[in-house]
C-alpha cells in the first residue's frame, strides 16, 4: 500500500459520497464521505444512533440513500439489493446471523449458489469449496458441522465463508464482536487481518476502543450522521476517539466507593437447570449475592450463565435447589411475582426478550409495569402517564429517539438497549440481574451504565452481573465468581484477584 | 394530522377498487354490462330503507366473525374454526329461542344471546387449550372441530332438533319473546354489532387485559419476561374469540333466519377472516369492511334476477381483494408504489389511543 500515496485512489474499492439518508424527520446520514482501499481494515466508530447501520445498509442495497453515490471501483453503482451488492462484491455479516440452523456448514454457505452435477446439487463439491476457503483464509470451518451445533463465533466464520464463497472483496462487518468472547473476538480480529492480507477491503464496526486500536488500519467517526473524523489508526488513541464520537472527554475508568455489603439477599444451593435441549447446563450451583455489592459472573459462554440467570427470574423451570431471596424461598413463583418482590432483570438479548419491537418506546418503557399504577387504572391504560414516564427516562438515559411514540424496532441498536436498561434501572429493586448490559452501546452510554449499576448498588440493591467482557466485570464487581460448567469454581475478591487469574479458572486450569 | 390517519386505508380501499374493476371487466366480457351490474348492487344494497336494512343484516354477523378472528390474530392465533363456532352459536340460540318460550322477552333474547355466546365460546376455548397446554397448533384444532360441528349441527337441525313434521331439517321457529326486531328502522342485531365493535376495540387499545394480549401475539418471549402468561392469554384470546364468533351466529339465528336451518349461515365465519384482512386487523374498520362485503352479498339475487350475471361474481371480487390485500407487495408493484420503508415513519406524527 506503500505507493498508494503516489496513486491518490489507485486501490480505492469502494468510495462514497455525499451519502444522505432520512427517515421522515431523522437524517441518520447526512453527505457522509469515505473511501475504503484494498486489503483495508477501515473502522466505522460513532454514539448509537450515530448512523453506522444505515451506511451499511446503503452500502449493501438494503436502503436506498436519498442523495449521494457509492462507487466501486471507479464506477458509480446503483444497488437495489443484497444480491446486487454481492454481484459488485460487497457483503455484510449482520448480528443477527441468516443461517438455516438445520443444515450444514457447507450448505448454508452455497445455498442459493449450489454447485450441481447432472442437475443435482453436488454436495462433496460444495464441501470441498468450503475447504478450501477455509483454509485458505485460516477460519478452521468443519464444512459437514450441522450450523445449530456452533458456537456464535463459528456460526459467524460461516457467514463470513459465505460471503468470500460469492467472491466479496468488500466485506462489512456490523458489530461482529458484540456477541462473541473475548477469545473469539481475538480469533475474529486475526481473520480479519488475514482476509486484509489477502486484499479484501474491510469495514469493521465496533464500539470497543481495544478492537479499534489493535485490528484496523484507519477510522472513520460519524456523529450524527456526519464524518467528524478520518484518521490513521496509528495517529490517535483510545481517549482521542472517544472524544471524538461524544464531542467531550469520557471517563473510561469507573469511579466507585469500597462497598459496604449488607445482608444476603440471594442465596442459591444446589441449583439445577435444563437448557433448551433439556441437557443439564447448571449443575449444582451455589451462590450468595449481598445487598449493596456487586457481583460478577465470569465464564466462558454457554457454561450455564444464561440458565441460571433465568432460573432466578423464574424464566426457566428448575431441576433441583433452593433459591432464596431475601429469606423467602421462591420456589413456585411465577415471573411476575418475583417482579413484585423486586427483582429487576436486564436480560441478555435485548431483542428476544426484552423489547416488542413493533411497540413504541413508551409502551416498552412500561412492558413490565404496564398495568401497575399510575400506568394503568382499573384495567384501564393511562397513555398521559405512561408518556410522561417515557419521557422522564428518555432524557434520564439520553435514549436518542425521534419521539416516545417511535416505534422500537426503527431506533438503532445500542438506543434499544438503552430502553431495556432505563427501564430496569428506574425500578426499585431488591435484586438486580444484569446480563451484558451494555452490549451494543457506545462508550459514552457505557460510562453512564456503569455509574447506574454503581449507583444501584450504593442504594442497597443486590447485583448481580453477568458479563462477557472482563474489563466490565473488573471495573464493575465487587466479588467475582467464575462459572465453569455449570458450577461456581471460584468465588475471588475483585479488588485483588487478576485477570489471568481468572482467564486460567474460566478455561479449568488445575487447582480450582 | 388526519390524513395520515387514513394511511393504512389506502391499500384495502385500492384493492377493493381494483377487485371491483377486475369484476367489472369480468361481467363486460361475460357479455353482461358492468353497469347493468352496478345498478343492480346499488337498487338491492342500498337504494332504500329496505334494501339498506337488507345490507345491515347482511354486514352483522360478518362485523362478529371479523371481530373474532381480530382477536385472535392479535394474540397471534389464526381461529379458522370461527364457522364452526359460528354455527354451534346459532344453533344453540335457535333452540334456546324456540325451547324456552313463555319467557319474559326481558329474559328470554338475553338469555338467547348468552347461550350463543357460551357455547360459541366452548370449541374455542379447547382449541385454546390445547395449544397453550399441548403446543397442538390452533389451525389443526379448529379445522377438525369446524368437521365435527358441520356434521353435528345437520343432524341436529335433521333429527332431536327438528320441526316436527317438516320435511326440511330446520328447527322450529324461534319465539317472539327471543327475536331481534329494528329500533328506529335499524335491525337490533346490526346496533348490537356496532356496540361490541366499540367494546371489542376499546380492549384491545385501552385495556390491560388487550395489552397482555397484542404483546403475547407480537414477541411471545417479551411476553413471558415481562410476567404475562403466555398460555393463560393464549387460551382467553381463543375463548374471546369463539364467543364473538358465537354470538354472530346467535344474531343471526334471532334477528334474521329466525330459526336454526343448515346453510343459511354457511362461509360467514370464513368471510370473517377476509374481513380481518380488509380492516387491516383493526377494529376500527371492520364494521366498513362488512359493510362492503354485505353490500355484495345483499345483492347477489338482485344480480341475477336484475342483471343477469352470476352471483359467483361476488366471489371473485371478494378473492381478488383478499389476494390484494394479502399480497401488498403485489399491489404496490402493480400501483407503482413506493416501497414502504418504514411504519416508523406514520407513526412518529401520529398519536396512540383513540
Ligand atoms: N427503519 C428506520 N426507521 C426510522 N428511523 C430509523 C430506521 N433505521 C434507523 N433509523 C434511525 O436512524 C438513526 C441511525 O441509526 P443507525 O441504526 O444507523 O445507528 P447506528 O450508528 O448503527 O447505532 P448503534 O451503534 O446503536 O447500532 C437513528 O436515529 C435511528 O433511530
Ligand atoms: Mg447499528
Redesign the interface.
Known sequence: MSDSEEQPGADVVLEVRGLTKR???VVADSEVTLQLRRGEVLALLGENGAGKSTLVKMLVGL?RPDAGEIRIGGDVVRLRSPRDAIGRGIAVVHQHFQLVPVMTVAENVVLGAEPTRRGLFDHRKAAAEVRALSQRFGLAVEPDAVVQDLPIGMQQRVEIIKALYRGAEILILDEPTAVLTPVETDELLRIVAELAERGVGIIFITHKLREVMNGTDRVVVLRDGRVVGDVATADTDEAGLAALMVGRPVVLHVDKEPATPGATVLEIRGLEVDDDRGRLAVRGLDLDVRAGEILGIAGVQDNGQRELVEAICA?RPRRAGTVVLAGREVEGL???AL?DLGVA?I?EDRD?????????VA?NLV??R??QAPF?RW???D?AAIQRWARQLIADFDVRT??V???T??LSGGNKQKVVVARELSRESVLLVAAQPTRGVDVGSIEFIHQQLVAARDRGVAVLLVSAELEELFALSDRIAVIREGRVAAVLDAKSATRETVGLIMAGAAGH | MNLDRLRPAILPVAAVVVALTIGAVIVAVDGSSPLGAATAIWVAAFSGPDAIGATLEKATPLVFAGLAVIVGVKAGLFNIGAQGQLLVGAITSAYAGYRFAGLSPLVHLPLCLLIGVVFGALPAWLAGVLRAKRGVHEVIVTIMLNTIIFNLTDWLAGGPWMEPGQVISRTPPIVGSARMGRVAGLPTGFVLAMLVTVAVWFMLEHTTFGFRLATVGANRHAAHYAGISVGAVTVAAMTLSGALAGLGGAVESLGVVGRFEPGFNAGLGFDGITIALLARVSPRAVVPAALFIGALRASSSELQAGAHVAPAIVDVVLGVALLLVAAPLLLRWLLRMPPSLSTAEVQFTRGWGS
Open positions: 427517515f421522515g424527520p436502503l424464566m411465577d415471573v411476575r417482579h432483570h436480560p428476544k426478550h426484552g423489547l416488542v419491537g413493533g411497540y413504541f409502551e412492558l413490565n404496564f398495568d394503568s384495567g384501564r391504560r397513555f425521534p419521539s411514540y417511535a416505534r424496532d426503527a
